[in-house]
Structure formats: structure tokens, C-alpha cells
């Protein structure tokens, strides 16, 4: 168990070589007094887990293997050691995302080259045994004048990137080459049927969300405009976009792609990862919860900031392309990050998330 350990154990996510990365596997980090971190090791070898998620009750680790097109559960078998629990099930061509219901129901899959939205029951041990895919997603625009898909240059198509689990039980899932936001009802014996969906403006390309508990709102960063869509749901549950703004407060640069997006502990501010110009960018929370506001942008401290974890006055960066993890103090007044404590070495870190 995490407890075993001096620290908080957090895992990573990885790029191996099948992904063109220096990464072994899901590693094991203790995060210590002071924000500094330790490497444990590899906890265990997986081909390219770059994104990463923990059962809410059981020491149960779930990862995409995104060249392999597959997701997989592992165990904790010791104190910073995991070993795998069933086979690996299949997936979709670039899984790139895995969320857990916090009943530990299911996981969600969002694969960023097929579109596919999967998502597998879980047994009372926290093992996969069913896989659903959801309906395909429709292009709002298509037949619109002028729409690419920005990754290629080519036709527009499906790209499930992220789910979120609502806390109304909901799930949204979001469509970076459809700019969509799509809702999602469970039905054990079928998996997900839609609900609504929310279109937000072409070329804009969903990537990652978080909910703020207080106005049940939605924060939804943009990859292609690095902005923040805020979605709020009406009356009959239905959710649409309230406001959209940039992420940053001194805009964006050429060549930058916004990344990852989390709320602070207190709930009071936002931080988006931007990688290209390498920044974080710190949002203060406005309106109970309704409204963004930029207020500084930061050097993340090292080059292509891919997802970050926010932890007791702390910001822990993972950078897939320096190979480390960089820690920076927050202030606990303003939320912005200051000086970088340290950087530790970890090969192509793609996730960072804290153990069961």
C-alpha cells in the first residue's frame, strides 16, 4: 500500500520505444515533506502507458498502451512494485486516456486516432471484464467551408481524447477533431448511450476537463486555441457553453498546444499546461465558480509540459521531452507558481497521479 512508503507515492506514465520515448514503464515516484520527490523505480515494464488512472478503493493501477491499442489493470503487489491483473483488453488506434467511475464500476478509453470511446466493466477485485463502445461521434460541421483536421491537414475526424466523471454520475467525453463535448449515461449491460452533446467552435479541439464542485461547472481546455470553454448545465441537466476565454494572459505563441487542466485543492484557481512555448498558465476562479480569469503564465521549467499535478501548495510538471519532472512552490495567496525546487529524472513522463 501507498502507506508503506516515506511519502505519497504517485505513479507515472510513459513513453517507451514503441512510442519513440526513453520511458521503461509506469514508475514509482514518493513524494515527500517539502515537495521534493524521490525516484522508487519502475514499478512495473508496459509498453507506452502514457496516461494513467487508480481505482477510487482497491491499490489498482489502469493504463492505455497507446501504440499497442490497449488497456490494461495492474496490482500493487508491493510497496512501490505492480504486477498485471488479467490480460491486456483491447482498445482503439492512439488510446490515449483512462478515467475510473468513482463507484468503480467501469473505465473509460478515449482514443485520439479512431475516435473510439470505450468503456469496461470492472469486477469487485478491480479487474476488467467487459469492453462496450460507445456510438461514433458526428461532425457538427461537417460540410463547413474551410474545416481540417489540424493534426494531418487532411478531412476532419474523430478524436476521443478525455473523459470526465460528473459528479451528477454523467460522463463527458471529449472529441479534439470534432470539437465536441459529448455527455454519456451507464447502463451496465450496454455500456454508454448518449445524452446530449455540446459543440464548441471549429478548430478549437477539446483535449482535457475538470468539473469546479461548486456551480457543477465545466472547465474545458482547447488544444488547437488554447483557450477555456466553461460549460454549465441548465435547468434540464443539459450543459452548454456559458463562456470561453483565452489561457493564458499573455496569449499564445506558433506552435504551442495546450495540454492538461486542474483545479487547485482550495478550488480557487485553474493551471494549464502549454507546451511549445513551455508555460504554465494560472487562472483565477471567479463567479462561484462560473468564470476564468488569467492572471500569469510561468516556465514550467522544462520543454513540452504533457500533464502536472497539483499537491499540498506544490505544482509537480511532467515533461515529456526533457525526460523530468520539475516542482515548483505555489503561492498559497495568489496560486502562482514561483521558483523551481527541484527536477527529477524521469524518462519521457507522460502522467503523473497519486496511488489508492
Known amino acids: 500500500m501507498a502507506e508503506d512508503i516515506e511519502g505519497t507515492l504517485i505513479w507515472t506514465g510513459a513513453y517507451t520505444v514503441d512510442s519513440d520515448g526513453i520511458g521503461t514503464g509506469i514508475g514509482a515516484v514518493s513524494a515527500r515533506g517539502g515537495g521534493h520527490l524521490s525516484w522508487l523505480g519502475t514499478a512495473v515494464e508496459a509498453p507506452s502507458p502514457s496516461f494513467l488512472a487508480v481505482h477510487p478503493a482497491l491499490p489498482v493501477v489502469y493504463a492505455v498502451a497507446e501504440a499497442a491499442q490497449t488497456v490494461r489493470a495492474y496490482r500493487q503487489a508491493g510497496p512501490f512494485v505492480l504486477e498485471p491483473l488479467g490480460e491486456a483488453w483491447p482498445a482503439g488506434s492512439a488510446a490515449c486516456h483512462v478515467a475510473v467511475d468513482p463507484s468503480a464500476r467501469f473505465i473509460v478509453v478515449n482514443c485520439w486516432g479512431d475516435g473510439n470511446v470505450l468503456l469496461y466493466g470492472l469486477d469487485d477485485d478491480g479487474g476488467i471484464t467487459s469492453r462496450f463502445a460507445a456510438p461514433p461521434a458526428k461532425d457538427p460541421y461537417a460540410g463547413v467551408d474551410g474545416g481540417i483536421d489540424i493534426a494531418t491537414g487532411g478531412p476532419r475526424v474523430s478524436r476521443a481524447h478525455a473523459s470526465l466523471m460528473l459528479e451528477d454520475g454523467r460522463i463527458m467525453t471529449t472529441d479534439l477533431g470534432f470539437d465536441l463535448v459529448r455527455v454519456w449515461n451507464y447502463f451496465p449491460d450496454s455500456g454508454l448511450l448518449p445524452d446530449h452533446q455540446v459543440a464548441l467552435p471549429m478548430g478549437s479541439g477539446p483535449r482535457h476537463l475538470v468539473q469546479h464542485p461548486s ?36 496569449g499564445s505563441a506558433d506552435g504551442d498546444a495546450a495540454a492538461e487542466i486542474a483545479l487547485s485543492p482550495d478550488n480557487r484557481f485553474v493551471y494549464a499546461g502549454i507546451r511549445g512555448s513551455n508555460r504554465i498558465s494560472v487562472l483565477a476562479v471567479e463567479g462561484s465558480g462560473t468564470r476564468l480569469r488569467p492572471v500569469a503564465d510561468v516556465p514550467s521549467g522544462g520543454d513540452w509540459p504533457r500533464h502536472h499535478l497539483v499537491r499540498d501548495g506544490w505544482l509537480h510538471v511532467a515533461h515529456e521531452r526533457s525526460n523530468q519532472v520539475t516542482t515548483l512552490a505555489l503561492d498559497r495567496a495568489t496560486g502562482i507558481p514561483g521558483e523551481v525546487l527541484e527536477q527529477l529524472s524521469v524518462g519521457s513522463p507522460t502522467a503523473l497521479v497519486i496511488a489508492t
Open 215 to 250: 456551480a457543477d461547472a465545466v472547465f474545458v481546455l482547447t488544444e488547437y486555441s488554447i483557450e477555456v470553454a466553461v460549460l454549465l448545465p441548465g435547468g434540464d441537466g443539459r450543459f452548454a457553453l456559458h463562456h470561453r476565454g483565452p489561457a493564458t494572459a499573455g
